[in-house]
């Protein structure tokens, strides 16, 4: 009814205006904001003043300043801190991106270049301090830094806090076309750095850090558990090789849950767990109980390389000579396995393979590989490889006859090879 | 084969629409493959539209030089570290930088073609204004270089002597 309508519209008009007084306070809020800004800061945001140059993105800084004389570059260099270091990290092709824990809350950066050798670290504490090396000699060091490949410097200058590791990891993941290989020396596993370091590796932006296929952990530590871990396998889509380096101290290590070690070889070409303390005097077995059905399990077929050298293992003889058999069986060239064993065993498994233990060198064969090394203590590592590797430590090892029914076997001493049959 | 009664419809950042010939698209990394991934059919007059981040202005400024270029070999040549020179912009392109290097926020307009010609992956004209760029730059001093390029310095004192001590084997 057109009375309804008209009551309608007025209904309306009341909103409308009720609507655009808010719109206007909050205008006049935000320009109030802005004020308080321009008191605090002496600038506006929005009227800053821009430096069109260092929008650009690094490459394109590196493409015109690559046009200039040469003493025009030289000058240039000296102009300015920030174009100086978009210039060098466009010449960098960042392929392994390493954070360092220093303390509590802190973290240092290396990174490495693709092409050369060149590391930088970034030790970013007490105000810029960079220190660069190479693995070579210094006068190919010296050759790089003519090269231009130079410093890199944080923008942040204080202590990288935990706070600040998201800033300072998406700067330097949009900076270069790829990450290869990630480090993280020193982490929480389940606490809310991990969370944080995953938003960073899914982070819609910074897609190109899903390029990530190499992930090295060293001394990651957890009170609870290992769920860190689940998400650092499903933030890295391409992730193929994950090592994980565990610190027997402090006691609040982590804790290496079998369900993980199982999504890791159904997912993993490689998967290396150490223990940093292992081939000391302790050896504490890891609440995993690594049995010898659970090995056989482990031997998956995505998993080619599989190292387990955190715990002691629950495995009998038959047990190891099971997973011989599997990781033979599997043919694949690139197979390794290695696990620790209890010394006791090594006469049993020696004669299970075939195997009388004799010579007092380094015995290395090819095609299946075995690879046993006494590590003291009364226990042995055995690996198991493409390059049948069989290694006796001099002091402990008795006299060795070769008869395993292998083709090409290559017995190597310390000093030479000395036959091949 | 490109068509040259081809045309393609380009959406521009601001919501304006410009339709042009595959001709110049052929030049634009970026635009061939987006025509590409669409997997439309070739002889579709015109082509389903593609937007592209660049505002109205600049991209008309883009397909002004891309209609004088539109004869020019493709591939882009690759530079060798020797050919990398700034002195050798062709008489046109001078003139048309020229032309819109004289207004007020000239320099403005230089960096949204440089980051236009970076988005949609076109080198010649990537190269073109980064040698112009770099000519406004060459020979200046410190201090000039800083007012051209609106830089601030940033160094601290201890950074400053590094970079000095960095750069006194060609210095000098």
């Not at chain 1, 008009?13 to 206007?24: A, D, G, V």
């Not at chain 1, 049995?291 to 387990?308: A, G, M, P, Q």
Request: proline content about 3%.
């Amino acid at each position: 009814e057109a009375g309804d309508w008209l009551i309608l519209m007025d209904d309306l008009c009341k909103r409308l205006e009720l609507l655009l007084s808010k719109l206007e306070t909050t205008r006049l809020g935000f320009e109030r904001h802005r004020s308080n800004f321009v008191k605090c800061r002496g600038k506006i945001p929005s009227e800053e003043k821009t430096f069109p140059i260092l929008n650009l993105p690094p490459e394109i800084i590196d493409c015109i300043i690559e046009k200039m004389d040469f003493p025009t570059r030289i000058a240039l260099r000296k102009s300015c801190l920030r174009l100086y270091n978009a210039e060098a990290l466009a010449k960098m092709n960042l392929e392994e991106l390493t954070l360092y824990r220093t303390g509590s809350d802190e973290f240092n950066f290396s990174v490495k270049d693709k092409h050369s050798d060149m590391r930088i670290q970034v030790l970013n504490k007490d105000g810029v301090n960079v220190r660069q090396w190479m693995d070579d000699d210094y006068a190919s060091f010296k050759q790089m830094r003519q090269n231009c490949v130079a410093n890199v410097h944080f923008e942040s200058r204080a202590a990288t806090l935990l706070g600040e590791l998201r800033l300072t990891m998406r700067e330097y993941l949009t900076r270069t076309s790829a990450i290869d290989k990630l480090t993280i020396d020193g982490f929480h596993c389940s606490d809310s750095s991990m969370v944080q370091l995953c938003q960073i590796l899914r982070g819609d932006s910074i897609i190109e850090s899903q390029s990530i296929n190499t992930l090295n952990l060293y001394a990651p530590f957890s009170t609870t558990s290992d769920a860190g871990l689940y998400e650092l396998l499903h933030s890295c889509p391409k992730l193929r090789c994950v090592r994980l380096a565990i610190h027997r101290r402090p006691l609040k290590e982590i804790v290496v849950e079998k369900n993980f070690l199982l999504l890791a070889v159904s997912r993993l070409d490689t998967l290396l767990v150490h223990s940093r303390k292992l081939q000391g005097r302790e050896y504490l077995v890891d609440h995993t109980e690594i049995d010898d059905e659970f090995v056989l399990r482990l031997l998956s077929d995505k998993c080619y390389h599989l190292e387990i050298l955190y715990c002691l293992p629950l495995l009998t003889a038959r047990g190891i000579i099971a997973a011989i058999q599997r990781l033979i069986l599997r043919n694949r060239p690139q197979a390794v396995f290695s696990a620790y064993f209890r010394s006791e065993l090594c006469d049993v498994v020696w004669r299970l393979l075939g195997l009388t233990v004799g010579t007092d060198d380094v015995v290395t064969s090819k095609d299946p590989t075995i690879i046993i090394y006494p590590l003291g203590m009364g226990n042995c590592a055995v690996s198991i490889g493409p390059h049948l590797t069989v290694k006796i430590m001099r002091n402990i090892a008795p006299k060795m006859n070769m008869s395993l029914n292998y083709s090409k076997i290559v017995i190597i001493t310390t000093q030479k090879q000395i036959s091949s049959t | 084969r490109i068509y040259p009664l081809m045309r393609v419809t380009l959406t521009t950042s601001d919501g304006a629409s410009v339709t042009v010939s595959r001709q110049l698209t052929k030049h634009s990394g970026f635009i061939e493959k987006a025509i590409t991934d669409m997997a439309v059919d070739d002889n579709a007059v015109p082509l389903s539209a593609v937007a592209v981040d660049v505002d109205d202005a600049t991209l008309k400024l883009v397909i002004e030089w891309l209609t004088e270029h539109r004869d020019d070999a493709l591939p882009y040549p690759e530079k060798t570290d020797e050919e990398r020179r700034a002195d050798d912009i062709p008489a046109w392109d001078q003139a048309f930088v020229q032309k819109w290097d004289t207004k007020e926020d000239q320099q403005q307009t230089l960096y949204a073609v440089i980051t236009a010609a970076d988005k949609l992956d076109i080198k010649g004209l990537l190269d073109m204004t980064c040698k112009t760029l770099a000519n406004k730059i060459n020979g200046k001093t410190v201090e000039e270089m800083r007012e051209i390029l609106q830089l601030e310095c940033d160094f601290t004192e201890e950074e400053l002597a590094e970079i000095r001590k960095e750069n006194a084997w060609c210095e000098n």
